[in-house]
């Protein structure tokens, strides 16, 4: 059995060997953020893992995807993946719990107001210009004035190729 113990918080409890952090948490009934009840679908149960790692399951490819490869040196971890393998102390950090589906009305809200403010300008962007059209709303949405373009050109190295500067 591991001792559980929450950075930023007096909670701390008894995790048995074999059960998932995030089991562990929510028995306990310290909120955390999950969507898909312990698949590793939604990656909102990320925690850090302070002290401990020892104690718990190998970080799998499932967690790599939702927390990419430097997880193993910073000890990100998704708490539904992390098994309770020893005996010991754990010392986690827990973020706050996020109410996803509100942040992401916000999104859809904004989202819906700039298209509505885009749709009122007036001028020829959308008047069937072709391609410099298309150009005026890309450079538009990305911030710069409606009628500047924008060109990227390959940078040339002088005095490179495969021999190196040889002169």
């Not at 102390?89 to 706050?96: M, Q, S």
């Not at 007036?122 to 710069?144: E, H, L, N, V, Y």
Request: hydrophobic share 35%.
């Amino acid at each position: 059995m591991a001792r559980i113990k929450v950075r930023g918080s007096d909670v701390e409890f008894d995790a048995p060997t074999g059960t998932s952090l995030l089991a562990a948490l929510q028995a306990a009934g310290h909120p955390i953020s999950t969507s898909c009840g312990g698949r590793a679908v939604c990656g909102l149960c990320r925690i850090m893992v302070l002290s401990g790692r020892e104690l718990l399951s190998p970080i799998d490819a499932k967690e790599i995807t939702h927390l990419g490869n430097v997880a193993k040196v910073i000890g990100a971890r998704l708490a539904c993946q992390s098994q309770v393998t020893g005996d010991g102390e754990i010392e986690i950090d827990v973020p706050e719990v996020v109410d996803h589906t509100e942040r992401k009305r916000g999104q859809q809200l904004r989202r819906a107001s700039n298209a509505r403010a885009s749709s009122g300008r007036s001028g020829d962007a959308g008047r069937g210009r072709g391609a410099d059209a298309d150009a005026g709303r890309r450079a538009s949405s990305a911030g710069t004035p409606p009628g500047e373009r924008i060109e990227w050109r390959p940078r040339i190295l002088q005095g490179g190729g495969p021999q190196g500067s040889k002169r």
